[in-house]
């Protein structure tokens, strides 16, 4: 299974930005698709997962402002990110995990600032 990011790029404080995630089979029997981020310095933190009922969870540093989902026909996840803060800057990566194996993606750069 390969993933390609995409969507990432400079943004001000308070504009919007739509991650996708496209893989190269399908989404369907995914147990979950899930966006983490690594800030400069920082390690790899998680963000976001849509499971394969459609239940959705957050870190509680984007919650109420990015949306995990996902289209079935285009086997595609995707990450809605509004209300972007400085702090929001960083590589953001889409993950797969299918039964026990992890697939990754290669990571898109979003820069939050003015």
């Known amino acids: 299974v390969q993933l390609q990011a995409s969507g990432g790029g400079l943004v001000q404080p308070g504009g919007s930005l739509r991650l996708s995630c496209v893989v190269s089979?399908?989404?369907?029997?995914?147990?979950?698709m899930s966006w983490y981020r690594q800030a400069p310095g920082k390690e790899r933190e998680w963000v976001a997962r849509i499971y394969g009922g459609g239940t959705t969870g957050y870190a509680d540093s984007v919650k109420g402002r990015f949306t995990i989902s996902r289209n079935y026909s285009r086997n595609t996840g995707y990450l809605q990110m509004n209300s972007l803060k400085p702090e929001d800057t960083a590589v953001y990566y889409c993950s797969t995990v299918r039964r026990t194996t992890t697939s990754w993606g290669q990571g898109t750069l979003v820069t939050v600032s003015s």
């Open positions: 089979g399908s989404i369907r029997n995914l147990s979950y």
